[in-house]
Structure formats: C-alpha cells, structure tokens
C-alpha cells in the first residue's frame, strides 16, 4: 500500500470533486498518511478521516440540504451564523481530532493576524466551523479568544505541517478559473470574488506538492451546486484515475 499526505482545497460544492479522487486513490491501493483541508476541502477531510468511504460521505453530503449544512441564505441584512450548523456536524464527526481513523489538519485564518493558523488537536467542530465561515457571509467563528475566518483566504492549499514528512505529497485542486459570463445578482459577484482570491494564493504554492491535481471541468460549477454532488464526484473520480495512472504508477 502506497501513502501519500493529502491536501484538499476548499471551494464549497466543487469541494465533493476530492471525494471522487479519494475513491480513486483508494482503487490503486494509495492512502493519505495525513490529511489536510480548507473550507469544503476540510468538510470532506473530517469527513474521509472519520471512517466514511467516499460514497457513504457523497450520500450524507447529497442527502442534506445546504441550509442544513452551512445555513445559507442570501440576504442583505447582515452576516450569517455558521455556528448554528454544529449540530450535523456533530451527528457525523467524532468530537475530537485524538478520534480520527486518520490525522486531520484544518486551515483557517485567523481575523486579527491574517495568518494560516492548522488545528490539529482537541476538539474539531469549531475549527471546521471556521475553516468554512466566508467573510461576508458567514460571522467569524471564536475560538479561544481569538476570532478565525474561512481557511482558503489564507492558503487555500494547506501544507505547511507536511513540508517536513518524506512521504510525497498530493494536491487536489477543485477551483480552476473559467470564463465569468455575464454579471446577474450580487450573490454571483461575490462566489467569483471569493473564487479569485483564493486562486491566487493556490498559484503561489503548486510547486510545493509532488502531485498536483486540478480538473478543468469544475470551473463549469458553482460553489453552492450541491444537487450537482454526483456530477462532480465523478469529474474528481475519473480524472484522478487518469491521473495515477499517467503520472504515478509508471
């Protein structure tokens, strides 16, 4: 069996592309040693390192409404409340990160620095809550005394904590820049915003992985098309496959 430490982008509904590849990896017999996620990606990390296979997280994930999962609702009144969503987390994910079948690190950004801050210890919820809470959207979460944001605004790539592991690396990128199309709405506006700005750092870091994976046909989805999961398990899952079999089995 072939191990791989494993970092996983956030991109909200795109984010499902990284359960397609892990049911890929898992077919050539190659496991994450560690995993590491922002946003969406830390989602189906917390999920993946908790024991479910990716088919049985695409269901859980599938069968869910997105208000369930995030609390999202676009409006104009002020930001949401990501913390209200804790409770299917909890139904699904061990309290936590001691519990994991497989390590787990989750990106954030932490509001007052601006920096990449990991959580690797303790409890997981919150730092999950975190890694996920788009400004602008979603209230910063409090952890300790010290107030996190979305973990993709900060490095949308996480690998810090792996730089120093022998063991290869893979990056599994779900937010490849398309053509915009015409401006409709003000939520359009913003998920294409927030999609630039975590690219941006993306750029900066391919070159810190062994293997970096970016499917071009996710750009064709949006980052709340969440009843498009099986579309895009399948993007992430057949073009992984080609992948492997091009870049590291031979």
Same mark, same amino acid.
Do not use: W
């Given at each position: ?121 303790? @409890?997981? &919820? ?5 890694? =996920?809470?788009?400004? *602008?959207? !979603?209230?910063? /979460?409090?952890?300790?005394? #010290? ?17 120093? @592991?022998? &063991? ?5 990128? =779900?937010?490849?820049? *398309?053509? !915009?199309?015409? /401006?409709?709405?003000?939520? #359009? ?62």
């Amino acid at each position: 069996m072939e191990k791989l430490n494993i970092s996983l982008s956030g991109g909200g509904a795109r984010s499902i592309m990284h359960l397609g590849a892990l049911e890929a990896l898992h077919e050539f017999d190659i496991e994450p040693s560690i995993v590491a996620g922002s946003s969406g990606g830390a989602i189906v990390g917390a999920f993946y390192c908790s024991g479910y296979k990716p088919k049985e997280a695409l269901k859980i994930i599938s069968d869910a409404s997105i208000t369930k999962i995030l609390g999202i609702s676009f409006n104009l009144k002020g930001l949401l409340n990501i913390e209200k969503s804790s409770s299917f987390f909890e139904k699904f994910i061990p309290k936590n990160f001691e519990d994991l079948n497989t390590p787990l690190q989750i990106n954030t950004t932490n509001l007052e620095t601006g920096d990449s801050t990991l959580f690797s210890t303790e @409890s997981i &919820i919150q730092p999950l809550l975190a890694s =996920c809470a788009i400004p *602008g959207i !979603f209230s910063p /979460v409090k952890i300790d005394s #010290t107030y996190y944001v979305d973990g993709g605004i900060s490095d949308n790539m996480p690998l810090p904590l792996l730089e120093s @592991s022998k &063991i290869e690396s893979i990056g599994f990128h =779900c937010n490849a820049i *398309g053509s !915009f199309g015409k /401006v409709s709405n003000i939520k #359009t506006i913003l998920e294409r915003t927030f999609h630039i700005i975590v690219n941006k750092n993306v750029n900066n870091r391919k070159n810190l992985f062994n293997y970096f994976v970016e499917p071009p046909g996710m750009a064709a989805y949006k980052i709340f098309d969440l009843k498009k999961s099986q579309e895009i398990f399948d993007i992430g899952y057949s073009f992984t496959k080609d992948f492997i079999l091009k870049e590291i089995v031979n």
